[in-house]
T-cell receptor, first 114, second 111 residues
Framework: DAGVTQSPTHLIKTRGQHVTLRCSPI?????VSWYQQVLGQGPQFIFQ???????GRGNFPDRFSARQFPNYSSELNVNALLLGDSALYLC?????????????FGSGTRLTVV | QQQVKQSPQSLIVQKGGISIINCAYE??????FPWYQQFPGKGPALLIA?????SEKKEGRFTISFNKSAKQFSLHIMDSQPGDSATYFC??????????FGTGTSLTVIP
């Protein structure tokens, strides 16, 4: 079985630009969460989606937005990129929301803002 | 504000030794405490997890010790191997709505 798939794997953007990151969850998983991992730090929660509804949002500015599609894949969008947005963006999927177990992380998208 | 505090930042252990990583939390509403292992270029992978009604959980060479009154928990890696060299993160959650991660411990096991 395929795991959580994220694309692209690496991305370089210029300050002020917009970026879209994509995540395909494990087949059958309906919940997708997004995390930002700055180099040398632990992942920080950005969003959780379940059945196309936003279930949770972390302490990130409105420049960050996301959505989930009918096939449960998800996009994370970041507008007006700042140098500080450079990080590894991780997607995690689970069968359901509101459960502690069963989350699987993808390998992430490495975003570099120059 | 860091919800979960992790120490040490880095750890060097001889092959066959015991690696110990510690975490502390404040929010008593947390009901799930996982440990994740992360290799370079990969996402975190669940290693072992515990609920607050259990004081210890062991899976192979990996053991979580949990002290509810002290609001602390730790990961013990017995018989540490070079293949265990990775970054380890503790985390905490409330019914999985979001995970709060520690800052990570870089473990190096010397052959």
């Amino acid at each position: 079985d395929a795991g959580v798939t994220q694309s692209p794997t690496h991305l370089i953007k210029t300050r002020g630009q917009h970026v879209t990151l994509r995540c395909s969850p494990i087949s059958g998983h309906k919940s997708v969460s997004w995390y930002q991992q700055v180099l040398g730090q632990g992942p920080q929660f950005i969003f959780q989606y379940y059945e196309k509804e936003e279930r949770g949002r972390g302490n990130f500015p409105d420049r960050f937005s996301a959505r989930q599609f009918p096939n449960y894949s998800s996009e994370l969008n970041v507008n007006a990129l700042l140098l500080g947005d450079s990080a590894l963006y991780l997607c995690a999927s689970a069968a359901f929301a509101g459960q502690n177990y069963g989350y699987t992380f993808g390998s992430g998208t490495r975003l570099t803002v120059v | 504000q860091q919800q979960v505090k992790q120490s040490p930042q880095s750890l060097i252990v001889q092959k066959g030794g015991i690696s110990i990583i510690n975490c502390a939390y404040e929010n008593t509403a947390f009901d799930y405490f996982p440990w994740y292992q992360q290799f370079p270029g990969k996402g975190p992978a669940l290693l072992i997890a515990i609920r607050p009604d259990v004081s210890e959980k062991k899976e192979g060479r990996f053991t979580i010790s949990f002290n509810k009154s002290a609001k602390q928990f730790s990961l013990h890696i017995m018989d540490s191997q070079p293949g265990d060299s990775a970054t380890y993160f503790c985390a905490a959650s409330i019914t999985g709505n979001q995970f709060y991660f520690g800052t990570g411990t870089s473990l190096t096991v010397i052959p």
